[in-house]
Structure formats: C-alpha cells, structure tokens
C-alpha cells in the first residue's frame, strides 16, 4: 500500500478529506449494518434533532504507526464506552461497543495509505460521530440516529508541539455541576466557541474553567484536562463531576502509579493553590501531555519553570506513556489495539 504524498512531518491539527467513511444509521428502533463509504456529506432535514436541540456527541482516538510498521489505535474500548455514556445521557442510542470498535478498525484499515509513517510525530485522529438525523420541532430526542465515523491526518494541536504553553482562568463557565460536563456532548464546545476565539486573540492557547458553582476549583480546559506535580512529586488530579473523564488522564494515572511508582493524588484543586505546585500540563488525545509553562489568572502570572522545554517529571510521564503507545515499552494488556 502506497502512503498518500503528504508532507507528514509539518501537519497541523486540521480537517482533510480523506478516501473511506463508516456510517450505520438508526432508524424504527434499530441499528442497520453499516458501511463504508466514500460520500463525505451528509444530507439532512432542516429540522433535524442535531440542527435544533443540539442532540450529538462524538469521540476522538487517534491511530498511528509503530516502529515495527504495524498500524495500532489506543484503547478504543475506552471510547467506545464513553460514546455509550453520551448517547445515554442525550437519550440517544448507544451505538454497541463491539461495533465501534469493529468499525474504529475498518474506517483505519480502509485509509491506511493516510496513516502516518513511524517517526513522523503525525497520527491519523479518528472522529466518531453521532447526531439525530430525523425531524423533530417540539423539545424531545429524535427518532432516527446517524453514527459516522471518519479519520483524518494530523500533527500537534498546540503549534510547536510539546513546547509550553500560556493559558487564562477563564470567566466563562464550561460545564454546571449535574450538567453534561462529564459527557463529550457537542454542545459543551458550542458554548465554549466564544470563549477560545477571544483567548486565541488575546495570545493565550486555552481557557482553563474553574467549578461555575463557587468558582475557586479548578475543571479543565475546553479541550483537555489538566495534571499537575506538587512539590513532593505527587501527580495531583483534578477531581470534579463535571469534567470529561479523559482516557489520556486515566491512562496517566495508571503509568504514574504502576509503572513509575509515583504517588497520584485525585482530589479537589483549588485556584488558590495554583502557585504551590512545581509542574502542570494538559493533557487529551490531541493534545497528548501539552505542558503549561504560565497560567493568567487574572493579571496575577503563575509560572511552571522554562517555557522552552517540558517540565521534568512531565516529561517522564509523557515518554513512558509515548513509549507504551509506540509499542518500544510494554503497556498494560489491551492498551495499544492492532488494526493491520
Ligand atoms: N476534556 C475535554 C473537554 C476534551 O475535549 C478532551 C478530548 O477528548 C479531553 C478532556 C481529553 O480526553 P481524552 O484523553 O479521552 O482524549
Ligand atoms: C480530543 O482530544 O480528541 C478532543 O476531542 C479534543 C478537541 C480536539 C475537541
């Protein structure tokens, strides 16, 4: 299989149409076969769920090539779930996890000639879907359903790669508690649109959100959630119902006390206490461990070492679980899932 001709190595974290698409659809009551397709469009009535109540979710896992030349994806079993638990929580119907993850690997194989080489430090991002597609006007879930689920190549989500970045407290809310915070709804992006152009504009690369109910604990960012490393070197997680429970973070988690020995403390983390720890990054499957070199919160600067290079511990954090998904070190048992 010939790879297509693109320039690997200089991919940003950009939308290209590549050759092959899976699609099922929902409709009197039941999942249909699905396919694969080459039709990049979607056809739908003006009055469709998604169009109106917002009724979509989706996933986002990435597929790349290991040095042994195998292309593999990271714990798609763990997307599949969650995609279960979003479309439960929108009254949608969980599209079943065998089949998602049968289909993450046909819509990979059927586009490998779009998946990175080995070295290039680019992935294919594998992006499940699924929206009400039939037509609803009162307030009420649809009827019929499509899950799709398309790939696409792609380089770092932060310009420069691993490079520090410099981030905002943020005075928009993300996520209420008992709302769909902890869920990857699309609507939680929507309302967070305004507040990422805005920062963007103002030089910093996300918004961190704290808790909307006292606003003195610290969530996430709109795309990732965040670590950090105290002063006795105890990876600190943020503990919170209303925060996406990223597979990246859990993983991290899991390599941090299993693998490095350290010592992980998941607990509540307080904006006030941000100046005491010594290291703090993001992490997210675009955004694999992003090291936060300042954060703003509110004209008072708080730092985290160089803005050049990944903070240490980080650092070991971010090779060790590179190393398991590139396969040069061993994982858990099912972590890193061949494809072809
Ligand atoms: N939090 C938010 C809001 C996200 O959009 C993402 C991205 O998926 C994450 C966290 C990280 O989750 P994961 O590691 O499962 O990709
Ligand atoms: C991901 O990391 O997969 C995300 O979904 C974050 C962002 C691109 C929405």
Redesign the pocket.
């Known amino acids: 299989m010939e790879k297509k001709n693109i320039d690997w190595g200089n991919l940003g974290f950009n939308y290209m149409v590549t050759d092959y698409r899976y699609v099922s659809n929902f409709k009197d009551g039941k999942w249909d076969n699905g396919q694969l397709t080459k039709d990049d469009k979607v056809v739908l009535s003006e009055d469709a769920g998604v169009l109106h109540y917002c009724q979509a979710c989706f996933e ?2 990435k597929a790349y090539t290991t040095e042994n030349g195998d292309i593999v994806c990271f714990r798609p079993d ?2 599949a779930k ?1 995609m279960s638990d979003s479309a439960k929580r929108l009254v949608m119907p969980p599209f079943p996890e065998e089949r998602f993850i049968e289909a993450v690997k046909e819509v990979v194989k059927a586009n490998a000639a779009w998946v990175p080489p080995f070295g290039s430090g680019a992935s294919l991002y594998v992006r499940p879907v699924m929206f009400g597609s039939s037509p609803v006007i009162g307030v009420a879930p649809a009827e019929e359903y499509q899950f799709r689920i398309f790939v696409t190549p792609v380089g770092p989500y932060f310009k420069g790669g691993a490079k520090p970045i410099f981030v905002r407290i943020s005075d928009f809310d993300r996520a209420a508690p008992r709302g769909t915070g902890d869920i ?1 709804a699309g609507l ?2 929507a309302m967070s649109l305004y507040n990422i152009v805005d920062a963007h504009e103002k030089g910093y690369a996300e918004n961190i959100y704290v808790d909307p109910a006292t606003r003195t604990k610290i969530e ?6 965040i670590i950090f490393i105290d002063k006795e070197g105890n990876l600190v997680v943020p503990k919170s119902g209303s ?7 859990r993983s991290i988690v899991a390599v941090a006390k299993d693998i490095l020995g350290m010592n992980v403390i998941e607990r509540e983390v307080f904006v006030s206490e941000l100046g005491d720890f010594v290291e703090c990054g993001l ?5 694999v461990i992003s090291p936060i070199g300042k954060i703003d919160n509110h004209g008072e600067i708080i730092e985290y070492g160089s803005m050049d290079k990944m903070s240490p511990t980080l650092q070991k954090i971010y090779d060790t679980l590179t190393g398991i998904q590139a396969g040069k070190i061993e994982g858990p048992e099912g972590w890193v899932v061949k494809i072809c």
Not at 220 to 225: D, L, S
Not at 283 to 287: D, I, K, M
């Open positions: 986002g896992l763990m997307n969650r990857k939680n992006y996430e960012t709109g795309g990732a959630n925060i996406l429970p990223s597979i990246t973070r992490c997210g499957t675009a955004a």
